[in-house]
Structures are given as C-alpha cells and as structure tokens.
C-alpha cells in the first residue's frame, strides 16, 4: 500500500486518509476539468471526472471526487460558490 493523505473538509469535519497517488489522479482531473470549462456544476464536475478516469481508476470515483474536491475546496485551492439548487464549482487562480 503507498503513501496516504490525509484530506481536509471546508467545515472543519474529519477529512480521511487515502492513497496519494489516486488524490494526485482526481486532482488533475477535477484541474483539467475545471481549465477546460471554468466553471462547472458539481454534477458536471463529477461527470467529467468519471469521464477521464473511467477504465484507469480502482475505487468510486464519484466517491474520490467528492472527497478531494472538499479537500481543495479546504486548502482554497478551488472556490464553491452555492445558491438556487446548484454548486458552481471555480477553479482559483493562483
């Protein structure tokens, strides 16, 4: 088993502990993602996720999506803004 990270939550929730190498695998996809489109629903995000790692990722990816986007919503490494239903999902500029 590799190296774990240990995830944060914008809350200040408990985050969990998971292979660094499958947080580094959803954190370029949700970058890439996110460059590509700007700005994307949750929804959408997860769906261009499990479009790129589909057949290359063992675990759920909607699952690791969740969880390294609360990461770097955390580290403020991407901004969510919320409101009438729907999640835009920003990426921050650096």
Known sequence: MGEKILTLHPQG???VRIERSKYDQVR????EALQ???SLTFKD????VEQKL????DGSISWYCTTVKL????????SCSRGRGR???IQLAH
């Open 28 to 31: 370029q996809a949700i970058f």
């Open 36 to 38: 590509a489109n700007g």
């Open 13 to 15: 929730l408990n985050g």
């Open 45 to 48: 995000l997860t769906k261009a």
């Open 71 to 78: 990461d770097l919503e955390a580290r403020r490494e991407i």
């Open 54 to 57: 589909t057949g290359q990722f």
């Open 87 to 89: 999640q835009q999902t």
